[in-house]
Nanobody, 116 residues
Framework: QVQLVESGGGLVQPGGSLRLSCVASGSLFRLNAMAWYRQAPGEERKLVASITSGFTTMYADSVKGRFSISRDNAKNTLYLQMNNLKPDDTAGYYC??????????WGQGTQVTVSS
């Protein structure tokens, strides 16, 4: 079973930046479209950004122009560069396969808190 390990979260002031990383075990990472999701307290998990095996990207309207998703297939690693962070970006961030289709088991996620 593929394991996903997210890292890079933290406390940042509004307008700041963070870079999240997600390392996936297994040899099929490069074949799968991958995505970042986030979940704020009391809310459902939502898709933030995705990237196909061919490096085509897609972003939720709320993060377009501020976030950038990328992948390094040689390192089995997915990244999310987050710039101009806002308090509404505060959430737990998770990586997984992009929809549609079955997901891997979710990792522990990484917490991002945007506050002054």
């Amino acid at each position: 079973q593929v394991q996903l390990v997210e890292s890079g979260g933290g406390l940042v002031q509004p307008g700041g930046s963070l870079r999240l990383s997600c390392v996936a075990s297994g040899s099929l990472f490069r074949l799968n479209a991958m995505a970042w999701y986030r979940q704020a307290p009391g809310e459902e998990r939502k898709l933030v950004a995705s990237i196909t095996s061919g490096f085509t990207t897609m972003y939720a309207d709320s993060v377009k122009g501020r976030f950038s998703i990328s992948r390094d297939n040689a390192k089995n690693t997915l990244y999310l560069q987050m710039n101009n962070l806002k308090p509404d970006d505060t959430a737990g961030y998770y990586c997984n396969k992009a929809p549609p289709g079955n997901m891997y088991y979710w990792g522990q996620g990484t917490q991002v808190t945007v506050s002054s």
